[in-house]
């Protein structure tokens, strides 16, 4: 069984940095792919990122896309996601998350494994 456990964040002010970080435990294996997700109040959880577990494959949400970079250390089983220039409206609870499956890895129903989240707080 895959676990996850979700840690960083914090508060920062706008245009500050922040890293999370994501452990990986259990059926590593079987991973295709570890991915960011985000949750504000009163909203969907949106996709932020993903990295593929075997190969350098990443993608972003366009509102990331040269702000975040998303990076895995498979000797530590751990993924990363570094947020630079943060605005407030990247507050949120941020969940990484697993999945075995191959397509629509944007939408979080595809991911069966996840971590508990962390609160990232922008201030403007």
């Known amino acids: 069984q895959v676990q996850l456990v979700d840690s960083g964040g914090g508060l920062v002010q706008a245009g500050g940095s922040l890293s999370v970080s994501c452990a990986v435990s259990g059926g590593t294996l079987s991973i295709y792919t570890v991915g960011w997700f985000r949750q504000a109040p009163g909203k969907e959880r949106e996709f932020v990122s993903r990295?593929?577990?075997?190969?350098?494959?990443?993608l972003y949400a366009d509102s990331v896309k040269g702000r975040f970079t998303i990076s895995r250390d498979n000797t530590k089983n751990t993924v990363y996601l570094q947020m630079n220039d943060l605005e407030p409206e990247d507050t949120a609870v941020y969940y990484c998350?697993?999945?075995?499956?191959?397509?629509?890895?944007?939408?979080?129903?595809?991911?069966?494994?996840w971590g508990q989240g962390t609160q990232v707080t922008v201030s403007s």
């Open positions: 990295i593929n577990w075997s190969d350098t494959g990443a």
């Open positions: 998350a697993a999945s075995n499956r191959l397509t629509q890895l944007r939408l979080p129903a595809r991911y069966p494994y």
